[in-house]
């Protein structure tokens, strides 16, 4: 059947349903079965440290049993029990078509029948990135696999052009788990409580100069005294691993400004935002309206469709510094692998000006679903937005700017509100400090789902924050 949504339009073999394939009565019961994700998780435990590949999926920040999941369809996941949950996490950004678009199924199937890697050049991956490049303000770009590598390596790339070797983070954004950038970084280790960053030696964060984020006075003060030492600022283009705290007007530009003064390059990490907050990124919401661009880029998440790809980009000038090109060495054996780059650059071409349109009055209308059920069980919070993306801050009654104001949140509320969602079958990020995200594919059965879940689930939050001591 097709269905119209908020966003294009969606085939699907079966009809969409607001309840799951279990009974409806299970769910207002409360007996959600989860016995074969317990049973799996219970395996996994014995074979993975912790039973899972990425902490956050643990659930340990919001407790219960993680659900795995078998199958994902439009805006719909399916567990292994057979429960059915509206998808608010979109495998943290890469679904922006939903889940199993035909089309991008029917481009992979057919890449994986000439041959799932080679080794070598493939047509594909320069289609993706002369997609990357036509959207963005880089010129050229190079491929890698995960955004972890691709933080890595524009550092590295930094600190070769310049010479430097001082790195400027901000508190709360998270670049990957590269050593020096997991200094006072948010993610998994602000939302499983880990004090500082055990395992990386003391001489190898020595060189990262953490500030507190949307402080401009503190990067000046940073660069009088470190000027001519520090290689490169990289930033989040609108962090979301800390809850999403955009930045404050101008304050990428002033970045972008004070770099240039000190010969320093400004690296903008749009691993999350990058063709999901806006089609050309974050970038397209200030930068591109106010004139400047980022010295380098890196890129993730949607551009891999779903697969594992990332990518970091910026000025040619600067890219001709890496091997073989200049002596800046960086290489990965799947790196332009051709089923994911098959899947980014179909996911690329169907992201259509008029998608993100719709993309964006779903998002909107999914936060006005929220903030009016958590107004009426007289649940603090405020809810954050950069573009599509967007989370809610619980428990607190202004706007957050920096990394200390989200650490004030009360994630017992959330855990309560999570929780009480994912019985009545939506999947949210299991952290209050992640984004949200919605793809074209949530209709308005999707959306009737949440809406119907919102009530009972802002009342188990307020009942949170009526307990605390």
Request: with cysteine; proline share 6%; charged share 15%.
């Amino acid at each position: 059947m097709w269905t119209r949504g908020y966003g294009s339009l969606w085939w699907s073999s079966r009809p969409l349903r607001a309840c799951g394939i279990h009974a409806c009565a299970n769910w207002h019961n409360g007996e959600v079965p989860t016995e074969r994700s317990a049973d799996l998780f219970q395996r996994a435990r014995r074979v993975s440290p912790g039973g899972v590949n990425s902490p956050v999926r643990a659930f340990k920040a919001v407790g219960g049993t993680p659900r795995f999941m078998t199958s994902g369809e439009g805006a719909w996941l399916t567990d292994v029990d057979g429960n059915r949950y509206v998808d608010f996490v979109g495998s943290w950004g890469p679904m922006l078509l939903g889940h199993a678009h035909p089309q991008v199924i029917a481009a992979v199937q057919e890449a994986v029948a000439r041959g799932t890697s080679f080794g070598t050049p493939a047509e594909p991956e320069v289609a993706l990135a002369e997609e990357i490049v036509e959207r963005t303000s880089v010129e050229s770009v190079r491929l890698v696999t995960s955004g972890t590598e691709a933080t890595m390596s524009a550092i590295r790339l930094a600190r070769g052009v310049t010479g430097r070797d001082r790195v400027v983070k901000f508190a709360g954004c998270y670049h990957g788990h590269v050593d020096p950038l997991l200094a006072e970084a948010g993610s998994g280790v602000v939302t499983l409580g880990i004090p500082g960053t055990p395992g990386v030696p003391a001489h190898v964060t020595a060189d990262t100069i953490v500030l507190p984020y949307n402080d401009v006075d503190a990067v000046q003060a940073a660069f009088a005294e470190f000027g001519g030492q520090i290689a490169c600022i990289i930033t989040e283009a609108a962090p979301g691993n800390m809850g999403l705290v955009p930045p404050a007007p101008g304050f990428n530009a002033a970045l972008a400004r004070i770099a240039s003064e000190h010969g320093a390059l400004f690296i903008s990490d749009e691993v999350m935002t990058g063709f999901r907050a806006a089609r050309a990124g974050h970038w397209e919401l200030d930068g591109q309206r106010e004139g400047w661009a980022p010295d380098l880029v890196t890129f993730g998440k949607v551009m891999g469709g779903g697969f594992p790809s990332a990518a970091f980009g910026g000025r040619r000038d600067l890219m001709e510094y890496l091997a073989p090109a200049g002596p800046v060495y960086q290489a990965g054996t799947l790196a332009g692998n051709p089923v994911a780059t098959t899947a980014g650059v179909t996911t690329l071409r169907l992201a259509t000006p008029e998608l993100y349109t719709d993309l964006l009055a779903t998002s909107l209308r999914v936060r006005e679903l929220v903030g009016e059920a958590l107004v009426g069980a007289g649940v603090p919070h405020v809810i954050q937005a950069a573009g599509t993306m967007f989370s809610v801050m619980w428990g607190v009654t202004d706007p957050v700017t920096d990394f200390a104001g989200a650490q004030r949140q009360d994630t017992a509320a959330f855990a309560a509100f999570f929780s009480s969602m994912l019985d009545q079958g939506v999947y949210l990020p299991p952290s209050a400090f992640e984004t949200w995200f919605v793809s074209a594919a949530h209709d308005d059965a999707a959306l009737t789902t949440l809406s119907e879940a919102l009530p009972a689930a802002a009342r188990a939050a307020a009942r949170a924050l009526d307990d605390r001591p």
